[in-house]
C-alpha cells in the first residue's frame, strides 16, 4: 500500500498525523504484521540511530528488530555514551548524526530535547517517548485495539495519571472517533491543552472526551480498560506520595466486573503487579498486555518504512 511521500519530515507527536494518514499506518502496520517476508528488504542501506536518555526493553528491541527486519540496522546510543546537554549540547548531536544516518529515534526526559534534535537535523526525528508524549506506543495500542473489536470506535477508559500515555491515547482516540475517558486522581489531570486538542478531533470524528475522577463511574460499559505506571522514570522521589494519592485507582477485577462484557485490559509495560494493575487481572484472558508489546513491533516498522521512504 502507498499513499505518496510522508506528509511531515519528523513524527514528534501525534498530531504531526492527520486521520488519513493514522489509518493508513494502522493498516500498514496489519499487512507488515501478516506478511512480513513482503518488507524484508524495504529499508536496504537505511541507519537509524536510537538516542535514549531512558533505559527500555519494549521500544529498543522492537525498533533494533524492526529496522534489521526491514534490511537496514540500527545504533543503539544510551545516555552515558553521549552525555547528550552535558558533554555537548542537543543542537550539536543532531548536526553530527545528520550527516552519518537516516533518521534519530530518541527518548528523552524533556520533550524539548526531541523538539530541537528534529530543529537542528534534516533526517526525520522519531519521538520514542518524551515526558509529554508517547506516540509509538499509542499506534501499537489502537492496532491491538482493532483486533479486538475491528473497526468499531470503542470506549476506552484509562484509569492513573494523566501522562505521556494518556495524552497519546486522547489525542489518537480523539482523532478516531473513540469515546475515551480518563479517570484520574485530582491533581493528576492530563495537560489541559492536550485535553482541548483532543475534544477538538473528537469533535470532528464524532468521538468524545471525558475527564473524570471516579474510575468506577468511568469504567462502566467500556470496552478496554488501559492503566500505566503510578510513578514514571523520573518520579522516584514522588513514589510513596503518589501511592497514596492513587489509592482506589487500581485496575482489579472489581473494577473490570463493571466494564462491558468482553472487555480487555491495557497496560503499556512495565507493571508494578499490585499498585496500578492487579496481578488477577494482568493473567486474566481479558489482558492484552502482550498483544500491544508484540504490536510495538509493527506498528513501529510500518512508521519507519512510510517515514523513510520503505512504501
Known sequence: MSRGPWKGRDFLSILDLDREDALALLELADQVKRAPAEFSGALATKVAVLLFEKPSLRTRVTFEVGMTSLGGSA????????????????????????????????RTYSHATIEELAREAEIPTINALSDREHPCEALADFQTIRECFGEEAVTLTYVGDGNNVCHSLLLLGGMLGYEVRVACPLGYEPAEDITREAERLAAESGGRIVVGHDPRELARGARVLYTDV???MGQEEETQR???????????QGLLSLAAKGARVMHCLPAHRGEEISAEVMESPAAV????????????KALLLRILGGV
Open 230 to 232: 503510578w510513578t514514571s
Open 289 to 300: 498486555l502482550y498483544d500491544q508489546a508484540e504490536n510495538r513491533l509493527h506498528s513501529q
Open 75 to 106: 545504533i543503539y546510543l544510551a545516555r552515558d555514551q553521549v552525555g547528550m546537554g552535558e558533554r555537548e549540547p542537543a543542537c550539536d548531536v543532531a548536526r553530527n548524526l545528520d550527516r552519518w544516518v537516516h533518521a534519530i529515534v530518541a
Open 242 to 252: 503518589r501511592r497514596a494519592d492513587f489509592s482506589g485507582f487500581q485496575v482489579n
